[in-house]
T-cell receptor, first 117, second 109 residues
């Protein structure tokens, strides 16, 4: 149980285009999902917290107008990278809590690799 | 702001040797700490979760300890195997997860 999927697994796009990444909890409902970014040889950095039915909470330094997050249902959160540029190329990973956030682990998706040319 | 540090950054050992991976964090007001494994280009696999009230957790060849007061956790992997080669990340949970940069382990056959 507790499977999180992401789609697509990788995407290549031209500079200036927008890219949407989906994160789904397959067998549980997730009120809260998280989006992380990982640059090569670096650790995961939390970008934003996505709450179902409300606006996402962005970490300091993350442009909310560039990284649009929508959590329209209890099983789906989407991250849209708007007007992508080469510096946005990264590995994007989502996660979701199952159960109480202070007791349970986060379950992570397999990640989406974005390459902006 | 929580800062998580992992030492060493990389480790190479012969098969069969025990592995010791260290993680330190600056703010001891945490709910739990997790150790993850990440294979190249892949997502995260949760290995062990230690609640703040616990001192250690064990799963098979893996044992993780937690000393919250000193802000330290150690992951022990006994009798390492080539399949243990991966990057190991620790993350502390104070509602949000803060990750260390990881220790990249290579186990030589």
């Amino acid at each position: 149980g507790a499977v999180v999927s992401q789609h697509p697994s990788w995407v290549i796009c031209k500079s200036g285009t927008s890219v949407k990444i989906e994160c789904r909890s397959l067998d549980f409902q997730a009120t809260t999902m998280f989006w992380y970014r990982q640059f090569p040889k670096q650790s995961l950095m939390l970008m934003a917290t996505s709450n179902e039915g409300s606006k996402a909470t962005y970490e300091q330094g993350v442009e909310k107008d560039k990284f649009l997050i929508n959590h329209a249902s209890l099983t789906l959160s989407t991250l849209t990278v708007t007007s992508a540029h080469p510096e946005d190329s990264s590995f994007y990973i989502c996660s979701a809590y199952l159960g109480d956030w202070n007791q349970e682990t986060q379950y992570f998706g397999p990640g989406t690799r974005l390459l902006v040319l | 702001k929580q800062e998580v540090t992992q030492i060493p950054a990389a480790l190479s050992v012969p098969e069969g040797e025990n592995l010791v991976l260290n993680c330190s964090f600056t703010d001891s007001a945490i709910y739990n700490l997790q150790w993850f494994r990440q294979d190249p280009g892949k997502g995260l696999t949760s290995l062990l979760l230690i609640q703040s009230s616990q001192r250690e957790q064990t799963s098979g060849r893996l044992n993780a300890s937690l000393d919250k007061s000193s802000g330290r956790s150690t992951l022990y992997i006994a009798a390492s195997q080539p399949g243990d080669s991966a990057t190991y990340l620790c993350a502390v949970n104070d509602y949000k997860l803060s990750f260390g940069a990881g220790t990249t382990v290579t186990v030589r056959a």
